[in-house]
């Protein structure tokens, strides 16, 4: 099976495939993936960049304007641009590779992430044979951060063989909008920052608006960020993992779910979870209606997963979730 489930990333960590400048812990090894920390080492950087076979020690000594020592707490302010390196590292097989997305509560939080390799070729994909350390920018966008060494924003999933793509079906996904009911939460403009290692801390009101439509459509308007839910609900059986894909640019101008990963268990009962979508206009505003597509989930297989799926055993944050704030929100 392409994925690798819990038991096979495990096999990686006793051959040293993956390891880290600290003791990997159990809650970090997911069902069919692995949550990335980060390290003391930080640095706010002048400009992002693309990668393109550069090394990242070139790209520091170009662009930093501050180290930043995550031993203590540290402030990353909204719209500005961080590089941390992070403590796992990798020396995958010439048959395994890597494809990295933001945790939930990060995209929740309007928080842009994404995985540079040295040497690499693209975002949030780490390329068959790789050995060496792991970096993420960081991007707050609606709200400033308190974060510390060993928290985790995003994490990573493994691949086995040429054909990751193989997909064994599809859904789409639309839009749930309710009118005269909350449908959707909008992030404040001005807010405090948010220490991401407090939970269920924060008042609600007093970083989101409420948007409670009078009919089954609202404007989505420019460059503000959204919290919504799916219509459909959503079940990825135990020999299953699911990512939602967004619809192209062309489809519609604004970007939807930077959290898109679903793992084995997901929504597994009679009925099904909603996913909840995170959406950003771009360049205009823009309608949005009730069951308008902004996605199609692809599921794939993946060796069944006997116990420890996504949900409330292993205390997974988000496995009985409607229209659902992150985790730090009361």
Not at 291 to 315: A, F, H, M, T, W
Request: net charge positive; proline share 3%.
């Amino acid at each position: 099976m392409p994925y690798l489930n819990r038991k096979q990333i495990l096999g990686l960590i006793k051959k040293k495939q993956i390891y880290s400048d600290n003791s990997l812990i159990n809650s970090q090894i997911q069902p069919a993936s692995l949550d990335l920390t980060l390290s003391a080492k930080c640095y706010r950087i002048k400009a992002s960049f693309i990668p393109n076979k550069i090394k990242i020690s070139k790209v520091i000594k170009e662009l930093s304007l501050t180290y930043i020592d995550l031993n203590q707490n540290k402030l990353l302010e909204k719209n500005c641009i961080y590089l941390c390196e992070l403590n796992e590292r990798l020396n995958l097989p010439n048959d395994i590779m890597g494809k990295s997305n933001p945790k939930s509560t990060t995209g929740r939080l309007d928080i842009f992430t994404r995985i540079i390799t040295e040497n690499g070729k693209e975002y949030d994909f780490v390329d068959y044979n790789y050995n060496g350390k792991l970096y993420l920018e960081i991007i707050p966008q609606s709200f400033s951060i308190i974060i510390k060494k060993n928290i985790s924003l995003n994490q990573i999933r493994f691949f086995q063989g040429s054909n990751i793509e193989e997909k064994i079906k599809q859904i789409k996904i639309s839009v749930s909008i309710k009118r005269n009911q909350i449908t959707a939460y909008k992030a404040k403009k001005i807010t405090s920052a948010i220490d991401m290692n407090k939970i269920n801390f924060y008042k609600s009101d007093k970083y989101w608006d409420k948007i409670i439509p009078e009919d089954k459509y609202f404007i989505i308007e420019r460059d503000e960020f959204y919290i919504l839910r799916s219509k459909e609900t959503i079940i990825v059986k135990n020999n299953q993992a699911a990512e939602l894909e967004p619809f192209k640019d062309s489809f519609g101008n604004f970007r939807v779910h930077y959290a898109g990963f679903f793992d084995p268990g997901f929504g597994n009962n009679k009925s099904g979870t909603p996913a909840v979508l995170e959406l950003r206009a771009y360049d205009t505003p823009f309608i949005i209606r009730d069951g308008q597509l902004v996605g199609q989930l692809n599921y794939y297989n993946i060796d069944e997963i006997k116990k420890e799926s996504y949900g409330r055993s292993i205390k997974s944050n988000y496995f009985n979730q409607n229209l659902k704030l992150a985790k730090q929100f009361k």
